[in-house]
């Protein structure tokens, strides 16, 4: 299986601030990363796929790059509606498989 | 509008069966593939496979491959998880997704279920 790893686990920001999340695949998955957010008691919401394109109705704060092993997600001015955790997913290979999760909370 | 609307919370105990639901609407439900997740309680999310109710092709990941059952009735536009002798282990939260395909072979998810809370208790 390949192994999805995000960093940090954790993070403290405030309203405002410019975010991002690093995912690292243990190899290459092309640009076949997807991120996703979950809120407490939500189900996950798709945010983007291949790596850098929006699903429908994302806004473009959120943004995605990279390719091959190393990707980020970095949202631009943090609102008080994305504190949550996001998750990367490689979907390359099978089985699929998720990261481990970054909870981004209110400093 | 794309929906997709799982079955209510279960309460089971060890060594029961168990088969929850997921109805897909506002889409042509044999065209794209639908899979499971799991959310373990405080814990992150884990693929468990995929089917495409086209053909009832299916695609599990090793780690459940043999623990649970995916299939679907496309008659009715619904596909189901089911276990036939349930663990605590198994207590969880279920997500159902659809997913498009990017390019042959390669399938995200893009919308997603309610979610199915699953308790297994003695």
């Known amino acids: 299986d390949i192994q999805m790893t995000q960093s940090p686990s954790s993070l403290s920001a405030s309203v405002g601030d410019r975010v991002t999340i690093t995912c690292r695949a243990s190899q290459g998955i092309s640009n076949y990363l997807a991120w996703f957010q979950q809120k407490p008691g939500k189900a996950p919401r798709s945010l983007i796929y291949?790596?850098?394109s929006l699903q429908s109705g994302v806004p473009s704060k959120f943004s995605g790059s990279g390719s091959g092993t190393d990707f980020t997600l970095t949202i631009s001015s943090l609102q008080p509606e994305d504190f949550a955790t996001y998750y990367c997913q490689q979907y390359n290979s099978y089985p699929h498989t998720f990261g481990g999760g970054t909870k981004v909370e209110i400093k | 509008e794309v929906q997709l609307v799982q079955s209510g919370a279960e309460v089971k105990k060890p060594g029961e069966s168990l088969k929850i639901s997921c109805k897909g609407s506002?889409?042509?439900?044999?065209?794209?593939?639908i899979g499971w997740v799991r959310q373990m309680p405080g814990k992150g999310l884990e693929w468990m496979g995929i089917i495409y109710p086209g053909d009832s092709d299916i695609r599990y990941s090793p780690s459940f491959q043999g623990q649970v059952t995916i299939s679907a009735d496309k008659s009715i536009s619904t596909a189901y998880l089911q276990w036939s002798s349930l663990k605590a282990s198994d207590t969880a939260m279920y997500y159902c997704a659809r997913h498009t395909t990017i390019v042959p072979g390669k399938m995200v998810e893009d919308y997603w279920g309610q979610g199915t809370l699953v308790t297994v208790s003695s």
């Open positions: 291949i790596a850098s």
């Open positions: 506002g889409y042509s439900f044999t065209s794209y593939w």
